[in-house]
Each structure stands twice: as C-alpha cells, then as structure tokens.
C-alpha cells in the first residue's frame, strides 16, 4: 500500500472499529462491552487528531492511501481526504464515543448487538466519506444499509417494522440509481478513480443523465423535500443513538454526494438544473418549518426541522458560490452537531417521562434546570441565534443566496423566522408550561449524561464564536472545485443563457487543461 | 504412463476414494466415523493437485478439480454429523457423493460430446439416490422422482442434440463439431443448451428446483445447488464459447429471454414463499440467470465473471444450506420462515453465517455476491447487451427483499418459536465447514483479486 504519511491514518480509523467489533462477539457482560466500546471510541478520536494537521493550501488530496484491490476491473482502495471530507469524518468519530455514552442505560437489551452495529456504523461512514474510488465508495455506502436497518429495526419504537423497511426500500431504490450511474462513469470516463473523473469533462447529454441519477440517490438521502417522507418515521421509531447517528452522519452523505459527484462530475449540468434544486430546496424549507409547527411529538419535531435545516445545506451548494457551499458545508457540521445533541437529549427525556409529547413533558424548567439550560442551548443553535455554531452557517448561506439572487434570499427569510416560531414554542411549553402531573422521575442530568453533552455544547460556541477556523480550512477546496466546474464548462461553450435546446447538443472535450493541473497536484 | 496418472490424478483419487469407502464397508467392525473421514480425504486429493498447478492439465480442469474438491469437502464435513443423527449416513451416501463429484469434473471438463453427456449422467444418477438417502422420509423419495423424470427428459434432449451435431459435422470434438456450422448443428446446439438448460433450472424448465431443494437433506441440496450447477454451467460456458456466428446470430436472442426470464422467475418466485428452502431453490434460479447472461458475454471476459461468480455461489449456497441444516432439529429440516424468528440471538454463530450468505445471495457488498454481480454486469455491458442487464439489475434489487426477510426474521422478532426450538448438535466439522464458508463469502468480497488472478493465470488471461 502506497501512503502519504507514512500511517495510514485513514485505513486505521476503518479498520479499529472492525477489528473491535469482532472482539466484542467474545465479550459476555454488558458493562465490558460498554466500556470496551467506549475505549475504542476515544481511541478513534485521538486517531482522528493526525488530521487536524490538514494543510489547507496544501494538494487537493491529503493523507491518500492507495493500494491495489481489484487491477482487471480498475478498482482500487484509495482514500483521501480534503476541505469536503474533514469535518464529516472528525464529526463521525466523535459520535462513535458520545453514542456509547448517550445509550448506556436507553439501551438494555441486546447489548452486545447493538454495540456491534454502532461500530460497524461508524467504520462504513469514515469510508464513504474518504473513498476516492467510486466502487469502493458504493461499497461503503451499501456496507452502511444493513447496520442502520437493524439499529431502526431491532432497537427502535414500536412501528420500527414498518420504519425501517420504508428506510431500506427509499435508500435502496436511491443506490440502485447511483450503481448505474457508477458504471455509466466506467463506460464513458474509462476509470473508478475519482479525482480521475474529476479531470475529465462529459457530453451534456450524458451529463445529464448522470446527474439525474445521482441526484435522486443523493436528494432520497439529504432527504429534499418531495423525498424526505421516509426521515420522520425513521427517526421517531430509532432508538437515541439511531437518531443522532441518523440526522448527524446519514443525512450528511446525501449533500456530502452532491459536493463529492454532481459538482465536479457533471458541471454543466448542475448549472442547468441549480434552478430546481433551489427551488426544492426552498420548498423543503418551508414546508419542514410549517409542518415543525404543527408537531405534538417532540422527537417529530426535530425530525421536521431536520427537513428545513437540510434544505439550507442543499440551497447552499446549489448556490454554486464560495460564500453559499461553505455556508452550506459548515451548515452540514452545525447541523450535525446540534441535531445529534436536540435528539440526544430527547433521549435522556424519554428514559426519564417515557413519552415524547410535549403536553407530557411540560414545565420541566423547575425540575431539571440543568437538562433545560442545554436543551436550551442546542435549541437556540438550530434557530440560529448570532453566537450559536448555526448562525454562521445559516448567515453565509444567505449571504450567498442574496448575492446570487435576491429574489432567493428573501424566499428562504421565512424559513430562518419559521425555525424561531417553532423551537421557541417547544421551549416555552417544555420549560414553563403548565406540568400535567408531577413524575418522581424527572431528575436532572447526571454525570454521565453531562460528560456526553458536553462536547456538543462546546463545539456549539466555538464554532458560533470563532468560525474562521473551520471556514478558513475548507475554503479552498471549495473554490478548487467552483474554478474547475467554471473551467469546464466555459470549455465546453456553455455561456448562461444558453437555452436547453442547445445545450444538449454540446460535446465535452474529455480533458480541460487548468481542470487537471489544479486536481493531479495529490501529492506534493 | 507417469504423465498420464498425473493427469487425470483427480479423476482417480475421486473414483478409488468411492470404491474404497463400498470396500471398507465390506469390512467387519468398521466404525461409521471412518467413511466420512475417508470421503473427506479423497475429496481433499483434487484440490492438493490443482493447488500444486501440475504441467499439461487444461486450465478449467484444474480450476474445476479445486472448485468441486471445496464443493464435495464442505458437504462431506456438513453431512457427517447431519446424516449420522438422523440414521442415513452411511457407506454408499459417501462413495455416491464422491463419484457424483467425479461426474461433475470430468462434465466440466470434457472436451468431446460424449463425455458430456457421460459425466452429466454419471453425477445425475449417483445425485438421485444421494437425494433419495433419507429412507424414513416421504418428502425425499418424492424430491429424488421429481429430480429423476426432468433430468432423464434433459438427458434424451441432450442426447438428441448431440447425435444432430454429430450428424451435421462428423465430429464429436465439441469444439471441431460446433465450428461446422450449418443449420443442423444450429438445431443440435438448440437442442442441447435445452437438455442443458433443464439441469441448470433456467426457466421456463425450472420448475422441478424448488421441489427436489426442499425434499432433499439440507447437506445435500446444498451440493445440489453448488456442485451440480457449477459443472452443468461450465459446458454451457463452454459450448457457448465455441457456438458459431451463425448459431449465435439464431440462438442469442432466446437465450437473452431465457436469462431474462430465469432472473424474473427466480427473484419474483422467492418473493412470496414461507419455506427457506425454496427461498434459497428460487434464489439459486436467479443466480442461473445471471450466469446464463454472463454466457452470452463468454467471449467478452464473461466466462472469468462467470467462474468467478460460481465460486462465490457455491459459497454462499453452501453457507446458506449449510446454516439451515445446522439449525434444523432431529426430524425435519426447519424450514417455515417464522421458526427462524429470534435465532440470531440464540445462536449467533450459525445464524450470522446465514445472514452472510443470504446478504451474498443478494448481491450486498461487501460480500463475494457483489463483487460477482458486478463482474457479470460489468462483462454484459461491456458485450452489448445492456437491456438485459439493465432488467438484470432491477431483478436484483427485487431479489434483496426475500434475503432481507429472512435476515429480518432472524434478527427482528424477539421469541423463538416453539417449532423443534433446539438445533441438533454441529459437529466440529459442521461448524468448521459453515465457519469457513462464511468467511470466505466476506474474504473474495474484500479481496477479490485473489480468486480473480488465480482464474486469470489459468486462462492466461483471456
């Protein structure tokens, strides 16, 4: 195997969990596999830190590995990280521990299971997000099905049956799309590898057939508005766990997809059709806010807004603007981050009042101060409030949208009000609402419930107070992959408005020169 | 004379090693532990031959002996324990399974018409009685008949078509004969991928599978499906590759909707069926079509795809099978879908290699079931024919859905029910078998390259 680094650090964070995973089938008691679990995701954690040292002007791709896997199809194992891939591989590791640690008591059947499938979760996650081999990245995102329909199916509510089939089937349906799109790429560009494709420019036509299909995988998984039907049933029936992994790792593969593939591999179709995606985007905003509104089920509530705060993420990189895709990606991280910590936290509420309704759960303020003071935290962060993580994303998204078009800034302005109207309306009635009854068991948040909150939290400000960091970080990529989509497109002779009529007569030239330079430079 | 004993060494370990289990039975006082463990051995001598690569033998001789060898081990190691249990192991259920074997080998590897016909023959009868070895057991005598009429009706096709080939061409060289050309060997091509057809259960002749695998012991539907399918899929192969333009030209497009419509049959049949038995018959349908695409691509790197994907199949099946006989109690196999409820959790070995080989039969990565898919798609694609596999694909999407109910029984519900609740014991050698089967599901999965460079290397890659 060919390394950057010397370690392979990306393989590493694949195979630790695999390898404990398997050490888990021999452990017998509960409290070993807990804590062994747990042990492995602070040891993934700390793997995690080598990429930290991500140098953001540094090659396109960093810490590549590569080795051969199957030569007579042209498939390889090549992992790589850059700006895109980052925070969503740092933000899956550090799900892996605080999931441990949010399910300690929430789950007390089947143990060992579930612990195998946590860890199986999170190993085929960092794979998709670092796989620079289309195959493998297929193979990864399959790898990731199974897990999560057993998290959902055998741990979840009792409509889990019905949620986790809906769950597989949608998915599915979207890979099956994004497979035929994999071997078209094969036909057409000759090769798996994806910074390879990245060079290459296609025929309109083609592109827009690819596009179509990868799209509808990737928009099934955001989900965007007229697919998103199967995420509320998901997540009201997974368990905690299911839930965070759900909205802050699984969703993110769908506009992960969309930066990783629709940008760079079909260019000039991604212009043509931005219109529509925003227009969805836009609708998913809306309608996920007002349907938010209406909620009674706290746990559906934030599985709605999830629907509004994705349609940001999607409005974002379809924006096609530095200021809109790093919105967009910070977005992805926030939304990951608070999302994860809102339907953590729901779960700690459900172990105490064993009801997700809001009329069960009112008044908690007096009764649990420090649960409410978080939950007021993560709530304020998913309305955006200036000085939460969300509010830079959500600022630069709309910055984006009103430098492109004002006319798309002020349709997604309500979206932002809608987010406020119902997560303070949930605040108000969960904290000083009238409580019907009194439960001895509303008791406020123990250590290690704090312990597992904590790091959300803190990730919630120092995102919201010092964001250049992250921003400065992937900026470059982004306007890497932004220069070489203009660069191909203005190659293929697509000018703005250009009807569709013509367009679809254009014929990519397989190489644009500056595409190639700006791409191949992998290794320094 | 050396030269010739080192040919066909394989040949002779597997014919010698069934003589010498009727002979050992002969003798007074022989334990009954002894015929497995010699069936085993004989069984074991074609795979040492083919993995010390011996000079002159042809390439699909070679791959074929370590193939069945793998094949007839893994069955001979699930059977032991299985068959003695239930009181119908004995001298002629090991000797029977050797030279069935040896039937299969010299059917995968004939060069000449009648050789083909001899082999598919000399694995077909000794299969009939294999399947019939449960004596106490109605449902097998009715599976062994049911097996019998389909296959002697494909024999006489097939010895139909072969005697047209002869009478069009003058030769019995399959390659020479097939060269010729002309409208007769065109119709004796026709008749014998018919005859072919039968025993490979392409539809619309694949009704008798489902029967004849749920009458059968587990074991031995599991060598069924795996061993006897591999050989018969190899002449089709084989004939395919040699077929004439011409032949083609006439013969392709039936056997596009023959493909086609095994695949639909297969993956919609196993939809609604309560017995996994005939899940896995429906599910082994299936995977004949996909095989029988990859034909029509043989010269377009389908038949590396091909090899490939009888390799992971006769893995998985035998996994698959496997795992139900090692979870069925002393009477009957189990068999409804809901008596499989909840086993995950009781017995999470052998019912995790039967998740493994269900989510390989189903074609999910990162198993060998994906790897071979993509190869066989890949090489019709890359033959044209991208219609068929583009139906393929969509059938194989639907065939998921009937893997994925068995994994869900095996994991969803919580209870197991009372059906025979506790499994007869394994065996080491069981359990050793389906342990290896499964991991080696996850390995050509993960390291494909291994099983595909062998494959190259023999065909020198082409």
Request: proline share 5%.
């Amino acid at each position: 195997m060919m390394t950057q680094n010397g370690f392979p650090v990306v393989t590493a964070l694949i195979v630790l969990p695999l390898i404990a995973a398997v050490a888990l089938l021999f452990m017998r008691r509960e409290w070993t596999v807990r804590t062994f679990t747990l042990g492995v995701g602070i040891l993934e954690c700390l793997l995690c830190l080598p990429l930290l040292g991500y140098a953001p002007d540094g090659p396109a791709f960093q810490f590549v590995e590569q080795a051969q896997w199957l030569p007579a199809l042209g498939m390889t194992y090549h992992m790589g990280v850059d700006g895109l891939s980052l925070y969503m591989i740092l933000l899956t590791a550090l799900m892996l521990p605080l999931c441990v640690l949010g399910s300690w008591t929430y789950i007390a059947k089947r143990v060992t299971e579930f612990h195998f499938c946590l860890l199986l979760m999170t190993s085929a996650c960092i794979g998709v997000f670092a796989a620079l081999d289309f195959v493998l990245f297929y193979v990864f995102w399959e790898a990731m099905l199974v897990p999560m329909y057993l998290l959902i199916a055998v741990w979840g509510g009792p409509r889990r049956r019905y949620a986790s089939i809906k769950f597989f089937l949608y998915t599915l349906a979207g890979s099956t799309l994004l497979l035929a799109a994999i071997v078209a790429f094969r036909q057409v560009g000759g090769t798996f590898s994806i910074p390879e494709l990245m060079e290459k420019s296609y025929a309109f036509k083609f592109q827009v057939w690819a596009f179509g299909a990868m799209a509808l995988a990737f928009a099934i998984k955001v989900p965007m508005f007229p697919f998103h039907t199967w995420l509320p049933a998901a997540h009201v029936e997974a368990p905690a766990a299911g839930s965070v992994l759900l909205a802050a790792i699984l969703l993110k593969m769908g506009t992960y997809g969309f930066l990783r593939f629709c940008l760079p591999l079909t260019p000039a179709a991604t212009e043509t059709f931005a219109p529509l995606m925003i227009a969805l985007s836009i609708a998913g905003i809306i309608y996920g806010g007002c349907i938010a509104l209406g909620q009674t089920d706290i746990k559906k509530l934030i599985a709605y807004s999830s629907v509004g705060h994705m349609g940001f993420v999607t409005l974002g990189i379809f924006l096609l603007s530095t200021k809109g895709v790093s919105g967009a990606i910070l977005q992805m991280l926030n939304h990951g981050i608070t999302t994860g910590g809102l339907f953590m936290m729901i779960g700690l509420l459900y172990e105490r009042s064993h009801s997700r309704e809001i009329s069960d759960n009112q008044g908690l303020g007096k009764f649990m101060p420090i649960f409410m003071f978080l939950f007021g935290l993560f709530s304020f962060s998913s309305l955006a409030f200036p000085g939460t993580n969300s509010f830079v994303g959500e600022v630069l998204v709309l910055i984006g949208a009103f430098q492109g078009n004002p006319w798309i800034g002020f349709a997604a302005v309500p979206g932002a009000m809608l987010a406020a109207a119902y997560m303070l309306r949930l605040l108000q009635r969960v904290t000083w609402g009238e409580p019907a009854s009194y439960k001895p068991s509303w008791k406020d948040l123990g250590l290690r419930e704090w312990v597992t909150l904590a790091p959300l939290a803190a990730l919630v400000f120092y995102i919201g107070l010092a964001p250049a960091l992250a921003i400065t970080t992937i900026e470059p990529s982004i306007e890497r992959t932004l220069a070489a989509m203009r660069a191909k497109n203005t190659a293929m002779g697509l000018t703005k408005d250009m009807p569709l009529a013509e367009r679809w007569l254009l014929t990519g030239p397989l190489a644009v020169a500056g595409v190639s330079d700006s791409i191949r430079k992998e290794h320094p | 004379m050396t030269a010739q004993l080192v040919l066909y060494f394989p040949h002779l370990s597997l014919a010698l090693g069934g003589l010498v289990i009727l002979l050992a039975a002969c003798l007074r006082r022989t334990p009954a532990t002894l015929f497995p463990i010699l069936a085993g051995v004989f069984a074991a001598l074609p795979g040492l031959w083919s993995l010390a690569g011996p000079t002159g033998a042809s390439g699909i001789g070679c791959y074929y002996a370590g193939l069945l060898s793998v094949i007839t081990l893994a069955t001979v190691a699930l059977t032991a324990r299985y068959a003695a249990r239930r009181g119908f192991a004995g001298d002629a259920l090991y000797g029977l399974v050797l030279w069935s074997a040896l039937g299969m080998l010299l059917l995968a590897a004939s060069d000449d018409w009648l050789m083909l016909i001899v082999g598919l023959e000399l694995a077909s009868l000794c299969l009939y009685a294999v399947v019939a070895s449960r004596l106490s057991d109605p449902l097998g005598t009715e599976a062994a008949l049911k097996y019998f009429l389909p296959g002697a009706m494909s024999l006489a096709v097939l010895v139909f078509g072969a005697a047209l080939v002869y009478a069009g061409s003058g030769s019995l060289i399959i390659a020479d004969s097939l060269a010729a050309g002309g409208p007769i060997v065109s119709a004796g091509l026709a008749l014998a991928l018919i005859g072919i057809g039968f025993k490979l259960s392409l539809a619309p002749v694949h009704l008798w599978t489902p029967d004849v695998y749920q009458g059968a012991p587990a074991p031995i539907a599991a060598f069924l499906s795996t061993g006897s399918k591999a050989a018969t899929a190899a002449a089709l192969l084989h004939l395919c590759a040699e077929a004439s333009p011409e032949a083609r030209e006439l013969l392709w497009p039936a056997l596009a909707g023959v493909a086609g419509l095994t695949m639909a049959a297969g993956n919609i049949g196993a939809l609604c069926q309560k017995s996994v038995k005939r899940i896995l018959a429906y599910s082994s349908i299936a995977q004949m079509g996909y095989i029988a695409m990859a034909a029509m691509a043989v010269n377009d790197g389908g038949g590396e795809a091909a090899l490939f994907y009888l390799a992971a199949f006769a893995l998985m099946d035998l996994g698959a099978f496997g795992a139900v006989g090692l979870l069925s109690g002393e009477i009957g196999d189990r068999d409804d879908v809901t008596a499989y409820q909840g086993l995950g959790y009781v017995h999470p070995w052998r019912a995790g290699a039967l998740a493994i080989s269900l989510l390989s039969l189903a074609g999910l990565p990162p198993t060998a079931g994906f790897i071979g898919k993509f190869l066989v798609f890949g090489a019709a694609l890359r033959a044209g024919y991208v219609g068929l596999a583009a139906f393929g694909i969509v059938t194989a999407v639907i065939g998921i859905f009937y893997a994925l109910r068995v994994v869900a029984a095996l994991y969803m519900q919580s209870g197991v029910e009372a059906h025979p609740a506790i499994p007869a014991p394994a065996g080491p050698a069981g359990g050793l078998a389906l342990g290896v089967m499964a991991a080696g599901v996850l390995a050509l999965g993960l390291f494909p390259q291994s099983l595909l460079g062998a494959i190259a290397a023999l065909f020198g890659g082409g």
